[in-house]
């Protein structure tokens, strides 16, 4: 072996060993990110359908938002490496997501670039295109050749490109360039190159050489009509552009970069396709295929995955070395605008998402609700409350009822009515929030002042029960009866049932402790004459309330009990109630044991007809009000003002 040639040999190793490094850390490289673009496409809807408007609309170049189907007032944001809107051409799409990645074929690095989406949605559109609108697949053939002609011839590489195509129908692999042959099997060579032996390779020596062979196999695409597209495709298309290149000085040094333009199958609802037969049979092929393909995508990218299912569906198996690994990788997920797309275009959404879920995080809801729309909510619900029927008001009381028991925002949004009470309490939240901080402060002033008079009130009823208490007691020991505990009850005053009409406690008679908001007259005589000595004979009976009692059901009163109180508080009372007869607001009258609306309302129309009441007995002039009436509206009135 003379001296050139151990050099040659040398190289070669070297260059051997060196590609097997590469692979083998190529091989090894699983994690390689797919890089996900959303193309919407136009609003096509029928002419009935327009109304209905978009489900989903892009915000901006990477990101989009769809309608939340849980709660029509949220929408559901996703951020990609890149969003087409309805206006975005086929060239910006083809500049942007496919251009960078096709000299890495040249270097013998492996692309794909795959169209994903509900079916419908414009993948072919994308892909293919037609003669006025170029889609991907014509521009990065011609890029191809475009940088191939671009080396300078004094590299030394020499280039030649092939193509391959086919399709994947029912789990079959069809030769489109050989129309009738039979399904093909996928292989493995020992540096892990995936090829189809026996499918055809035809070298093509320009765009127009490419465009002879490629357009009449398309034709061999088994498409069909389905309700949602006319022209649908049944199976997964797949075109092999193969450049190799070649070592001028050294013949045996080749380099192979595949790249693989595919147009897949929709995603289907064979609810709404209306599927049958073999067009069934195809869905479920189809969507097999899809559902591995979106657990290869999700285990690259996920980083974690052992095993990558490649060998799950003929489509991943034939894309095992051009997915992930150091090829690179772009999806195109298409989406409809249209409302009928809307459960195909959130699945498709989310699938795509899930291929960026390093940055993605595609479940996180942002209320957009428009605050005016949750009060609309609040303001139709009371006016249907107002005009609704029983039923419905039934209804409206259940709901409510639900919407208190909602247990905690732990506990995760699991139905729509729950949903929607945790996203009013959001917006809630939000608006306290975007209060301004006066505003805020002034609430918080509000809830402090309310409490303390709460406080009050509470204390102040403690200490008329208890007066009530002593008073009832004193009676008692006047009268010889055993006395009662004050503690007898020990339930808090708050918290004890209120006595009925019929059936009044002893004690709680002649106390109406949560009317003392304002001090009525008598009430003002009460703190005058409180230190004064009483002397009540009390007996077991019934003290009427303030309620008026009604005709002949009126309380047997003891005739004498005027004659066992001292005589200058009996006279500063009937003073104080003549004097409230005489010149009391509505209110004031309405605060007098006995005298309820319709009696307030007699005496000022007594009033008003014959001036002033000379004394206290004049009141039996007013219609409804007999002899007992009075004395019983006396004593519970004289009563009332010692208690307190
Ligand atoms: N960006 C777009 N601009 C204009 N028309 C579009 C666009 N995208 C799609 N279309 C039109 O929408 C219709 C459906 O598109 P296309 O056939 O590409 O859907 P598909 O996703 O490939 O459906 P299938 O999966 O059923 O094959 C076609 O008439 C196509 O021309």
Known sequence: MDQTALVLVTVTRRI??????????????????????????????????????????????????????????????YHFDAFYGEKTTQQEVFLSSVKPILPHVLNGQNASVFAYGPTGAGKTHTMLGSSEQLGVIPRAVREVFNLVNAKDANEGWDYKIGMSYLEIYNEKVLDLLSPNSQDLPIREDKDKNIFIPGLTHITISSFSDFDSHFVPASLNRTTASTKLNQRSSRSHAVLLIKVVRTWRALHHRQQTGKLYLIDLAGSEDNRRTGNQGIRLKESGAINLSLFTLSKVVDSLNSGTAIRVPYRDSKLTRLLQDSLGGSAHSVMITNIAPEYKYYFDTFSALNFAAKSKLIVNKPFTRETVAPPVLTVKRARETHEAQESGTE?????????????????????????????????????????????????????????????????????????????AMLFGRLAGEKA???????????????????????????????????????????????????????CVKRKDRKIPEQAEPPDGKENTMQTEWESRLDTSVLEQSREKILQVLNTGSLKELKGLQQIGDKKAKLILGWREINGRFTKVEDLVKVEGMTEKRFSSFMKANILSAMGK
């Open 391 to 467: 039923p419905q008001k039934k209804r409206q009381k259940e709901e409510r009822k639900t919407e208190q028991d909602v247990p905690s925002s732990s506990t995760s949004v699991q139905s729509l009515s729950e949903s929607s009470v945790m996203d009013r309490l959001i917006v809630l939240e939000k608006l306290m929030m975007s209060c301004q901080d006066k505003d805020r402060l002034g609430m918080l002033k509000d809830v402090a002042q309310s409490r303390k008079e709460i406080q009050e009130l509470k204390e102040k009823q403690k200490e008329l029960e208890i007066k």
């Open 480 to 534: 010889g009866t055993k006395p009662e505990s004050v503690f007898k009850n020990t339930v808090a005053p708050l918290q004890r049932k209120q006595p009925s009409a019929t059936k009044p406690s002893r004690q709680q008679a002649v106390v109406q402790p949560l009317q003392v908001l304002e001090l009525q007259p008598l009430q003002q005589l009460a703190v005058k004459v409180k230190k004064q000595s009483v």
């Open 16 to 77: 051997r060993m060196a590609q097997r490094v590469a692979l083998s850390e190529g091989g090894n490289k699983k994690h390689s990110r797919v890089r996900v673009a959303v193309r919407l496409r136009p609003f096509l809807a029928q002419p009935d359908e327009r109304d209905d408007g978009p489900c989903v609309r892009g915000l901006d170049s990477q990101n989009l938002e769809i309608i939340n189907w849980r709660n029509a007032t949220e929408s559901v944001k």
